[in-house]
């Protein structure tokens, strides 16, 4: 019913910064949590960061103090500013609604980020 589109990711050094945004195709969008999700090589997909429909934020221990998740209502975009990135950041990055992740809900293409040492 809503489609997620991933964009922004690239090529850094670490200590760069990248800046992710994550369009949705409708203004329902607006009503719900989101969250931003990675999956490394080789590893599980991980839970990154989350906001609320009112701006409310939380963030995995890993990458607290340095990223950022934001969201526009009005454009219906979410954003993941990541500073201070390590090799370790490296992955494919993903936005999703948190309840329909826990219920089996499907992904998008997500966008590569990687970070070189």
């Known amino acids: 019913q809503v489609q997620l589109v991933e964009s922004g990711g690239g090529l850094v050094q670490s200590g760069g910064s990248l800046r992710l945004s994550c369009a949705a195709s409708?203004?329902?969008?607006?009503?719900?949590?989101m969250a931003w999700y990675r999956q490394a090589p080789g590893k599980q997909r991980e839970l990154v960061a989350t906001?609320?429909?009112?701006?409310?934020?939380m963030y995995a221990d890993s990458v607290k103090g340095r990223f950022t998740i934001s969201r526009d209502n009005a454009k219906n975009t979410m954003y993941l500013q990541m500073n201070s990135l390590k090799p370790e950041d490296t992955a494919v990055y993903y936005c999703?609604?948190?309840?329909?992740?826990?219920?089996?809900?499907?992904w998008g293409q997500g966008t590569q980020v990687t970070v070189s040492s």
């Open positions: 999703n609604r948190p309840d329909m992740v826990v219920n089996g809900g499907s």
């Open positions: 409708t203004s329902i969008f607006r009503f719900y949590a």
């Open positions: 906001i609320t429909s009112s701006g409310s934020t």
